[in-house]
C-alpha cells in the first residue's frame, strides 16, 4: 500500500496490517481511536456517523465517498473498492463512547455499506449493533444496499425495543442489469425490497431510498414510478430520492465510466455539474416535482422522521422476530433486463429523456 502521509489517520492506516487478500479486494487492519465521527454539516439529519470499514468493494460508479481515501494518503480513487480497512475493537470503542453519554441521531454507513461484502467475514457491524443493546433512548440510522442487514434481525429487535432505530435500504433502479452496471456488487434490487418487506413484518421502521438519482439515466418516470411501486408493495416506511452529488474525486471515476456506457451522456453530465458537485438549480426543482408526485400517487411518506431525543424507548417490536412472515412473489419486484440493454444503447428511457422532461411525470 502506498500513502502520501504517515500522520494522523493515515498513520493508523500505515500501521494496519493484511488480514485477507482477493482477487478483487485486499483486506486491512484499521487501528482506530474512536468509532463515532461528529457531522458538522446542519442540512443532514443526523448529529453522528459510523462507518465501521474505510472503502467499498461493491463498486458503485457514482460513490461519493471515494474521496475519503484520500485522508489515509491514499490518492487513487479506483483504490476506494479494491482496498477496504475494517476497524479494530469496533464495539469495545462505541460501547466506551457511548457510556460517556451521546446526544443526537447516529447514522450507520454514511460513507461507506457497513453490509458489503466484507461484513460476512469480520462483522465489524454486528460488533457495533452488540453496542447498541448496551443503550437505550438514541435514534439510529442504518443504511445499505445488502440484504445480509437481515443476519442481524435478532439484533435489531432488541436495539428497536429500546431506540428509535430504522433502516434505509437503497434501490436507484429496479431493472437488474442496469443495477448491476451502475452498482456492479451490490445484491438485485428485488432481493433489497425484499430485505424492506421483512424488516417491516418485525415492526422495523425501514424505508427505500433512490439516491442517488443519475440524471438521464434513472430519473424518468418510468424507473422512478417502478421503484415507487415496489417500496409501496413491501410497506416501506417511506421512499426518497435525491439527485447525484459529483465530488471531484468521484468525477474521476464516474465520468470515464460514462463515456464507456453511456456516451451520449457525457457532454450532458458535464453541463449539468459544470459548477460544481451540486446538480444545477433548475434540474433540482424539476426532480423534485416529480418525486412528490409520484411520492402522492402511491401514498408514500418522504422521510421517517426521528423521535424527540427526549422520547421513552420504543415498545417492543411485533411480531416475533422468530416468525416468518408471508411471502411474496418476488418475481413480480424485477424489471427485465432488456430495459437495460435499451438504456445502454442510447434508446428507450434514456434516449427519451429529453422528451420526457417536457412532459409531467
Same mark, same amino acid.
Given at each position: ?67 475519503? $481515501? ?12 479494491? %482496498? ?28 461507506? *455499506? ?23 433512548? $438514541? ?35 429496479? *431493472? ?29 421502521? /425501514? ?8 440524471? &438521464? ?10 421503484? /415507487? ?24 471515476? &464516474? ?11 457525457? /457532454?450532458?453530465?458535464?453541463? $449539468? ?18 418525486? *412528490? ?27 416475533? %422476530? ?18 437495460? /440493454? ?20
Amino acid at each position: 500500500m502506498t500513502t502520501r502521509s504517515s500522520v494522523g489517520i493515515a498513520a493508523q492506516a500505515a500501521r494496519g496490517a493484511t488480514l485477507v487478500t482477493k482477487r478483487r479486494v485486499e483486506y486491512r487492519s484499521l487501528p482506530s481511536k474512536s468509532i463515532l465521527n461528529r457531522c458538522a454539516n446542519p442540512r443532514m439529519p443526523f448529529r453522528w456517523t459510523i462507518n465501521p470499514y474505510r472503502g467499498c468493494e461493491i463498486g458503485c460508479h457514482y460513490c461519493y465517498a471515494v474521496y475519503t $481515501h484520500k485522508y489515509l494518503g491514499i490518492d487513487d480513487p479506483e483504490r476506494f473498492t479494491s %482496498l477496504v480497512f475494517s476497524k479494530v475493537k469496533a464495539r469495545e470503542l462505541l460501547e466506551r463512547e457511548l457510556h460517556r453519554g451521546v446526544k443526537g441521531p447516529i447514522a450507520i454507513g454514511t460513507g461507506t *455499506d457497513p453490509y458489503q461484502p466484507a461484513e460476512r467475514r469480520f462483522e465489524t457491524t454486528r460488533g457495533i449493533l452488540e453496542a447498541f443493546l448496551t443503550v437505550s433512548g $438514541h435514534s439510529i440510522g442504518i443504511t445499505t444496499k445488502s440484504d445480509l442487514v437481515l443476519r442481524d434481525i435478532d439484533l435489531l429487535g432488541r436495539i428497536a425495543a429500546r431506540n428509535d432505530l430504522r433502516v434505509n435500504v437503497t434501490v436507484t433502479t429496479m *431493472d437488474d442489469a442496469l443495477a448491476r452496471l451502475l452498482e456492479p456488487r451490490a445484491v438485485r434490487p428485488d432481493r433489497r425490497m425484499e430485505t424492506v418487506r421483512q424488516l417491516r413484518w418485525r415492526g422495523i421502521p /425501514a424505508g427505500v431510498f433512490s439516491c442517488p438519482v443519475l440524471p &438521464l439515466i434513472t430519473d424518468t418516470k418510468e424507473v422512478l414510478s417502478a421503484v /415507487a411501486a415496489q417500496a409501496k408493495r413491501v410497506d416501506a416506511s417511506c421512499w426518497t430520492a435525491n439527485p447525484l452529488f459529483l465530488q471531484p474525486s468521484a468525477r474521476k471515476r &464516474l465520468m470515464p465510466f460514462l463515456e464507456r456506457r453511456f456516451p451520449h451522456l457525457a /457532454a450532458r453530465y458535464r453541463s $449539468h455539474y459544470r459548477r460544481g458537485a451540486y446538480v444545477s438549480a433548475g434540474y433540482m426543482e424539476w426532480l423534485e416535482r416529480r418525486v *412528490d408526485r409520484i411520492r402522492r400517487r402511491y401514498g408514500l411518506a418522504a422521510t421517517i422522521p426521528f423521535r424527540p431525543e427526549t422520547a421513552e424507548p420504543a415498545p417492543p417490536v411485533q411480531p416475533s %422476530l422468530f416468525e416468518e412472515p408471508p411471502r411474496v412473489d418476488t418475481g413480480l419486484l424485477r424489471r427485465p433486463a432488456q430495459t437495460a /440493454a435499451r438504456n445502454c444503447s442510447g434508446r428507450g428511457s434514456i434516449g427519451a429523456a429529453t422528451a420526457s422532461r417536457r412532459q409531467a411525470a
